[in-house]
Nanobody, 125 residues
Framework: QVQLVESGGGVVQPGGSLKLSCAAS????????MAWYRQAPGKQREQVAL???????TYRESVKGRFTISRDNAKNTMYLQMNNVQPEDTGVYYCNIDRLRIRVGAEVRRAYDYWGQGTQVTVSS
């Protein structure tokens, strides 16, 4: 099994910064694509940023230039540095692993679509 645990959420004033972390654990052989999603009250979950195993990144237009996604492959950990946050950034932020390979006994198998429990980010003055 694979577990994802997010941390770093909280309450921050507009213009402030937060850094989220997502630690993956379990029978992990290799993690491919990872991403951060968020869900605001009454809205659908949306992708915020994505990072491949090689470090290629994509961002939602509204966070470009303010958020930075990164990962430490040795620690199976992903980060989201959030700068100049705005009230519209408020929501529950979720960590997602889209594709990975896991150890099952002596084998290595493909696995897909794991989610963390989410961490609340509230931007308010």
């Amino acid at each position: 099994q694979v577990q994802l645990v997010e941390s770093g959420g909280g309450v921050v004033q507009p213009g402030g910064s937060l850094k989220l972390s997502c630690a993956a654990s379990g029978n992990i052989f290799e993690i491919n694509t990872m991403a951060w999603y968020r869900q605001a009250p009454g809205k659908q979950r949306e992708q915020v940023a994505l990072i491949t195993e090689g470090g290629s990144t994509t961002y939602r237009e509204s966070v470009k230039g303010r958020f930075t996604i990164s990962r430490d492959n040795a620690k199976n950990t992903m980060y989201l540095q959030m700068n100049n946050v705005q009230p519209e950034d408020t929501g529950v932020y979720y960590c997602n692993i889209d594709r990975l390979r896991i150890r099952v006994g002596a084998e290595v198998r493909r696995a897909y679509d794991y989610w963390g429990q989410g961490t609340q980010v509230t931007v308010s003055s």
